[in-house]
């Protein structure tokens, strides 16, 4: 695996780590800076080597962050460190990389996921007005990108998850109007019955059902859903039909 590192501009020594680090082994400098070891990491006796490596890896992009400012890599270096607080469930840090790089650098192509990556962190969170807000300053940075569907889906979705169905259900239908051959055709008609049903709506929950039933290319039709068009009729009082259902 071919590994590229520009060493313009870097210290001797910080060249000395990087590629010592690729092949798995560990630059010690003294506190003097006059002299250093090369070792294997076994040898350093470290009671933790999984938070000792995860310390390590906060520190190399800090490093790169406060050294070299200036540097191409440093949005890189903010994003993934943002992945990495993000996959150890450390939101609020996540989430502060993300924005380092959604508001310092705007026209890096990282931005705009940094933006949908800060909008998740909420989502996570539990906090889907700030989601919301998140996505919604993705619609108004770029409103001719072509994800834009997902980031409709993804407001919506903040809502359904609140337990705003009408709101959700406005808006999912408001979707599949702007973007009828979207992929997520046949998971948003999936959302919209569940909200219906959730919010006790029945009579549009089975409209909805039966409409789906009839055009099965969008999802596959299964026991739950049978189940749903069943209860539907219970609960309007169609005990016959739902009976035989």
Not at 8 to 34: A, C, K, Q, S, Y
Not at 41 to 57: D, M, Q, T, V, W
Not at 63 to 85: A, C, M, R, T, W
Not at 146 to 157: M, R
């Amino acid at each position: 695996k071919r590994i590229n590192v520009s060493l313009e501009n870097m210290p001797f020594h910080d060249v000395l780590e990087i590629v010592t680090g690729m092949f798995g082994l560990e630059f010690v400098l003294n506190d003097e800076n006059r002299s250093a070891i090369i070792t294997i990491p076994s040898n350093l006796g470290i009671a933790n080597p999984l938070e000792y490596f995860r310390g390590k890896i906060v520190n190399t992009f800090r490093k790169v962050q406060i050294k070299y400012p200036d540097n191409e890599l440093v949005p890189d270096s903010h994003f993934k460190l943002g992945e990495f607080f993000y996959s150890m469930g450390l939101t609020i840090l996540a989430s502060q990389e993300f924005m380092v790089v959604a508001e310092r650098y705007p026209n890096h192509v990282l931005a705009k996921d940094a933006l949908v990556n800060i909008a998740k962190c909420y989502e996570d969170a539990k906090d889907f007005k700030k989601a919301r807000d998140i996505y919604n300053e993705f619609v108004e940075r770029y409103p001719r990108d072509d994800s834009l569907s997902n980031i409709y889906y993804a407001i919506t979705e903040t809502l359904y998850k609140e337990g705003k169905y009408e709101n959700a259900i406005k808006i999912y239908k408001k979707i599949l109007q702007m973007y009828p051959s979207t992929d997520l055709t046949g998971e948003i008609r999936d959302h919209i019955i569940t909200a219906y049903f959730k919010n006790k709506d029945y009579s549009n929950a089975f409209n909805e059902l039966i409409a789906l039933k009839k055009n099965r290319t969008l999802n596959a039709w299964s026991v739950d859903k049978d189940f749903m068009v069943g209860e539907c009729l219970y609960q309007m009082e169609k005990y016959e039909d739902a009976f035989i259902v």
